[in-house]
């Protein structure tokens, strides 16, 4: 305004510096001129603001525009500048600028505040009139700095400041805002509005895994770390302070080792038989109102050592083995159990080699170091061994590996395999018996004789019955079934035999039932001699009928040899001879030299030659017992051949040809 008084101030725009201290700006220069001069105003928060103060009246006539440079100048070294342009023109109106009721402007607001929400007015006035008067505003720009009026805007009549975007105290804590009012005649006011943003709880804490130790070994003393955890809260003030704790606290602790930093340590000894696997949860848990919490589970497992020894269900096991097993068939199958894994739950079992009648229990029973199955190297005999009584050992494969033992004893059940033997009477390769003089005035039920037997075999097996073969009712004497005793039925006549010939049956109670016959001869007679004319009799009888049964024998035979003589004589003269054929003269290297291998020198072996050998070899290759069994069949020696190459001398080599040709 050409009217304009002398002293008058002009707010000029304030240059920036994004130095700091002594290197942000620190005066400002006008160009030479005879109108203005400069003066910088110090606002309360230190920062310089540069003023334009006209010195001498203005005449809009003599020079309506007026060009001056500001140049803003810093305390660095060297010193940088940064100039700008001051065009002023003169008029004849409009002579007061907007004046705003506050320089600075401060507001507190939520960073949870919703968007376009107002958070202030600013409000400034003009003395002027008119278009003069009307007042705009607006964020201010300055070269380079655009970087908040993004989250806000503002109302260019009413100058309510609103948000226009969400607030987040972590990322920006507050904000700097510069407003000037513009009247009608584009004179321009500024002031700055500062926005604090206040922190909600609005962020759970985070829990961050830093190390891991996994598998840990059941062995670990109580106090080894098992991981190391951060925990971190984005929030300010009692919002960001975190409480944490653990879900397993008996099991695991939790320990503070410096600022947002934990370790999670055993508590206890752990077992991996009771749990090989935990899920440990870390809770976190803000003291903000409301509370804002996290977990976060992490898995650890629990590697095994060897610290359990194998188990047997019984310390021990009986089994029932019927004799007359077959050799190298599987009798029993004992396991243990190892709660471990991997080799150390792997069990080996072995027999304790003890004796049995001189011979090392191998040779009687193997095992399978890998299934305990149990076999028999030979068949047993209920009357030699009733029972066998072994020490089991299962040891596993761990380091250093454990054991446990188990008795099994191995109980031989008998089988009907004993015939009755019959003690008394004695008898002969015949099978019969001593005759047995029995008085003729003997009363009914007189004892007689008394058949005794014996069976090898025990219980059920051993029990015998005595009858008659074939089972009648004999009219003349009777058996006891239980003692074998013979007694007489009745009284004797006359007319009766006298001479009566007895088979008496001994069987057992087993199955398949075993029997055993005797025959006993029974003469009614009071004396010997009453006795030799009647077997005199006998015999002559026996012996004549005997002699007509060969002489029949003989003369079949006989004419059997010619019938076949004169078949053969008439077949030889049927057939025409053939020519023999001409091989020539047959040299004497046709045939090998004997071999000496081929001579059998029974005098040097070991062995008998009329026993043959059966080999039993045990499944477990740690066995390498023989057993030798017995077998009945003839070999015979022609069938033999002595391997044994060690070399012979000449002249032992052609006595033994010849011995060998005889």
Not at 212 to 240: C, F, K, M, W, Y
Request: proline share 6%.
């Amino acid at each position: 305004m050409e009217l304009t008084s002398p002293g008058t101030r002009f707010s000029l725009q304030n240059a920036e510096d994004p130095d700091i201290g002594v290197n942000t700006i620190q005066s400002y220069k006008l160009s030479d001129n005879q109108y203005f001069i400069l003066k910088e105003k110090i606002s309360n928060d230190g920062s310089r603001s540069p003023e334009l103060v006209l010195e001498k009246p203005l005449d809009r006539e003599a020079q309506n525009v007026h060009k001056i440079l500001l140049t803003a100048l810093d305390g660095g070294n060297p010193v940088r500048s940064g100039t700008a342009i001051i065009k002023i023109i003169v008029t004849d109106a409009n002579d007061n600028f907007p004046i705003f009721t506050h320089e600075v402007y401060k507001v507190n607001i939520n960073e949870d505040t919703p968007i376009n929400t107002t958070i202030i007015t600013v409000n400034a006035t003009d003395r002027d009139e008119g278009v003069n008067a009307q007042i705009s505003y607006s964020f201010s720009k300055t070269s380079g700095n655009v970087h908040h009026t993004g989250m806000f805007s503002i109302n260019p009549i009413s100058g309510e400041v609103k948000t226009n975007k969400p607030l987040d105290f972590e990322a920006v804590m507050n904000y700097e805002l510069s407003i000037q009012a513009k009247d009608g005649g584009d004179l321009i006011s500024h002031c700055k509005l500062l926005i604090e943003v206040i922190d909600v709880n609005d962020n759970a804490p985070e829990i961050s895994l830093t190390s891991l130790s996994s598998p840990v070994p059941e062995d670990s003393p109580p106090g080894t770390v098992i991981a190391l955890i951060r925990v971190h809260d984005q929030d300010s003030g009692a919002n960001g302070e975190v409480d944490c704790k653990l879900t397993e606290e008996i099991i695991f602790n939790l320990v503070l080792t410096s600022e947002s930093y934990y370790r999670i340590v055993t508590a206890i000894f752990l077992d991996r038989e009771k749990v090989y696997t935990y899920n440990i949860t870390i809770l976190a848990k803000d003291r903000g109102s409301p509370s804002l919490s996290n977990r976060k589970s992490i898995t650890l497992v629990v590697s095994d050592i060897n610290d359990n020894p194998p188990l047997f269900m019984k310390s021990t096991y009986n089994t029932y083995l019927p004799e007359n097993n077959l050799p190298g068939s599987s009798i029993y199958k004992i396991q243990a159990s190892d709660p471990d894994t991997g080799d150390n739950a792997k069990i080996i079992y072995t027999i304790l080699n003890t004796m049995e009648e001189d011979l090392p229990i191998s040779s009687y029973l193997s095992m399978n170091i890998e299934t305990g199955d149990l076999y028999a190297q030979r068949s047993f005999d209920y009357e030699k061994h009733k029972e066998f009584v072994i020490q089991v050992t299962a040891r596993d494969n761990g380091s250093p590996s454990l054991s446990s033992n188990a008795t099994l004893i191995i109980h031989i059940v008998d089988q009907n395999d004993n015939v009755p033997k019959i003690l008394y009477p004695s008898v002969d390769n015949a099978g019969s018996a001593m005759f047995e003089m029995v008085p003729f005035a003997s009363e009914p039920g007189s004892l007689i004789t008394k058949v005794i037997a014996v069976d090898m075999d025990s219980g059920h097996n051993s029990w015998l019955s005595y009858d008659f073969m074939p089972i009648l009712d004999s009219p003349y004497f009777t058996i006891n079934q239980q003692t074998g005793e013979i007694r007489t039925l009745r009284m004797f006549q006359e007319k009766d035999t006298l001479n009566h010939k007895i088979v008496v049956v001994v069987r057992d109670n087993g199955f398949p039932s075993l029997s055993a016959t005797v025959t006993v001869s029974l003469v009614i007679a009071d004396n010997f001699q009453q006795v030799i004319p009647k077997f005199s009799n006998e015999i002559n009888e026996d012996t004549q009928s005997n002699l007509q049964l060969y002489l029949v024998i003989s003369l079949a035979l006989i004419s059997l040899l010619f019938i076949i003589t004169v078949l053969l004589v008439i077949i030889s003269k049927c057939k025409e001879p053939k020519p023999a054929p001409d091989f020539g003269t047959l040299g004497t290297t046709l045939y090998p030299p004997i071999d000496p291998r081929i001579l059998s020198w029974y005098s040097d072996g070991s062995l008998p030659l009329p026993n043959s050998y059966n080999v039993c070899v045990a499944l477990d290759s740690c066995e390498n017992d023989f057993t030798y069994v017995n077998s009945t069949q003839e070999v015979p020696v022609e069938n033999l051949i002595d391997a044994d190459d060690s070399g012979l001398e000449n002249k032992s080599l052609e006595d033994s040809s010849n011995s060998f040709m005889q």
